[in-house]
């Protein structure tokens, strides 16, 4: 009896030894697999650090010349303007925008000058002044979230469960938000007022969207006297209810008047308050439906033109940042000499490799 009692104990205490030692393998096989990740980090950085210390010379001198090439750039190079002015868009139009913007880009690589003048009302003199046109969203951190918040609120809790911040912003175009800034550079400072007009009006004057602002503009209007006709009867009935009080208070027969509110003083009270809160809120809506009239008016319109005249731009685009000229050079051919001496390494190591095989 005793002997078989014994014997599942010991076949367990077996399986449990090998459980324990397979879980302190895989831990092992985890924080080896861990280290390994930051040893190799370290001694990328530590090749890194010495790979740079022993070419420091020639990347030193690299980001020296082109220091003065940046400095002999901008004395000799010809003068450059940006002019910019903001719009806002109150309808969908910033696709229609792009399209123009790229449309006119397009003639100003081809040199097609008395084209770009003819369409933008300009003097071909002028015309052939313009360097590129540039258009882009005028937007913070702030408004994005509040797009994606919106976003969110149109979709049904299923799907908006599945839409992550950060796909939205990959899938959200730039020409959706609803400020844009135009922007036109050039060789001469001229005034492009004429110029950022044309391109509004050129928006304006397109015929799906003056067909919707023609059906936008009956809607609101349609609304706003059925507000005001539903504002005027909630002050007949507010007067009609004080009339009524007036009268109970004068007399104690209020059955001999048209209109009966039962109830208790403070019930009285509360109705008077839901038909002052209700005028409230009809008044509130009108305010708002006369806005969204004002702003119907124009398809897309200026906001701002402070520099249609243009101001000179020394300045570079590098990784998104706006750089001046020397140092936007000093750190390009830091990098191309970075990435030339980078190369090489590699080669070396590959001829080393291959000796190996």
Do not use: C
Not at 232 to 245: A, F, G, H, P
């Amino acid at each position: 009896m005793s002997t078989n009692s014994n014997t599942p104990n010991t076949s367990e205490e077996v399986d449990l030894g090998q459980l324990f030692k397979l879980i302190g393998n895989a831990f092992n096989r985890f924080f080896n697999f861990i280290y390994n990740i930051f040893k190799s980090i370290f001694l990328a950085f530590v090749w890194l650090v010495f790979f740079v210390k022993k070419r420091l010379i020639i990347l030193a001198l690299a980001a020296i010349l082109g220091f003065v090439y940046g400095v002999l750039n901008s004395k000799s190079a010809a003068p450059k303007y940006e002019s910019s002015v903001t719009v806002v868009q109150n309808y969908p139009t910033g696709e229609n925008l792009y399209n123009s913007v790229s449309y006119y880009n397009d003639l100003v690589r081809q040199g097609d000058y008395q084209t770009l003048g003819s369409v933008l009302n300009l003097e071909e003199e002028k015309a052939e002044s313009i360097i590129s046109f540039q258009v882009e969203p005028v937007v913070s951190e702030n408004d994005k979230l509040l797009a994606f918040n919106n976003y969110v609120k149109k979709l049904d809790s299923l799907a908006a469960t599945k839409i992550e911040y950060e796909d939205f912003l990959q899938n959200n175009e730039d020409y959706t938000h609803k400020y844009q800034q135009v922007k036109i550079n050039s060789t001469q400072r001229n005034s492009f007022k004429s110029v950022f007009e044309s391109i509004v009006e050129s928006i304006n004057s397109n015929p799906f969207f003056i067909n919707e602002q023609n059906k936008d503009i009956a809607g609101l209007n349609k609304t706003k006297e059925d507000l005001e006709i539903a504002l005027v009867k909630s002050d007949s009935l507010q007067s009609t209810y004080k009339r009524v009080l007036e009268q109970g208070l004068s007399s104690d027969k209020a059955s001999e008047i048209g209109i009966t509110f039962e109830g208790s003083g403070e019930t009285d009270k509360t109705k008077e308050y839901d038909l002052y809160k209700s005028d409230l809120v009809l008044r509130s809506e009108l305010v708002e439906i006369e806005r969204e009239l004002l702003d119907k008016q124009f398809i897309i319109e200026t906001i701002s033109n402070k520099q249609d005249s243009g101001f000179a731009s020394n300045t570079k685009t590098l990784f998104g940042k706006q750089l001046s000229v020397k140092l936007y050079y000093t750190i390009v051919l830091f990098l191309l000499a970075f990435i030339v001496l980078l190369g090489l390494e590699f080669f070396k190591f590959l001829e080393k490799y291959k000796t190996t095989i």
